[in-house]
């Protein structure tokens, strides 16, 4: 069973420096059909205004992973982390017991376009960390990458979770599979671009609830970038 979720339906939030969409319920959006899908609680797309960003702030209990889509996100933290997350770079935080950092565009001049992504963790209390992993562009082109997952398998992130979270990049008329085991679900989100999944054409903002399927075929219209998420 699919269920497409629109762009034009998510809550949206422009606050000049800000310009964000939430596909679930955040902050002052809230809408009872859509409080998350299984423990995908978050994914906000996000475009920042060049040199602004969230000065320094709190999270607790909650596995936040970022993906840049263009420009640059800066980031520090209160475990001693810093850096610039770029596209194909995928950062990992895990709040656990309590984590403070801040997130500000790195460029002075170009906005940063990025999704943050929450998921409820297995489990409460834990030591807060963070990982940042770069994938080779060729790693991500024409399939479905995975870049997070519960073991940390194949070079991905470790989420303290029973997902995983695969990206892609693809060309026009490049097809992909999503698979899923029995008793599995997942969200496929379009960062960018234009897909069909099984005859649904979707567009860049779009998602799709996928219950009870074995697999889908993802089809490129235009170049297009994706997000999937293989949730229990």
Known sequence: MLTVRKSAERGH????????????????????????????RVINEDRIAPGAGFPTHSHQDMEIVTWVLSGALEHQDSLGNGGVIRPGEVQ????????????????????????QIWIEPDAYGLEPGYEQ?????????????????????????????????????????????????????AWLQVAAGRIKVRGLPLDAGDAVAIRFESAVDIEALDASEVISFDLP
Request: hydrophobic share 40%; glycine share 12%.
């Open 13 to 40: 939030a422009d606050h000049g420096w800000l310009d964000s969409f939430h596909t679930f319920s955040f902050a002052g959006y809230r809408d009872p059909d859509w409080m998350g899908f299984g423990p995908l």
């Open 133 to 185: 992993i770069a994938f080779a562009p060729d790693s991500l082109q024409g399939r479905l990458r995975l870049i997070a997952s519960r073991d940390g398998r194949d070079g991905s992130v470790t989420i303290h979770q029973d997902a995983a979270i695969h990206a892609g990049r693809l060309a026009p008329g490049d097809r992909a599979a999503l698979t899923l085991a029995p008793g599995r679900r």
């Open 92 to 115: 990992r935080m895990r709040a656990g017991h309590g984590i403070a950092h801040s997130e500000y565009n790195a460029s002075a001049t170009e906005p940063v376009h990025l999704l």
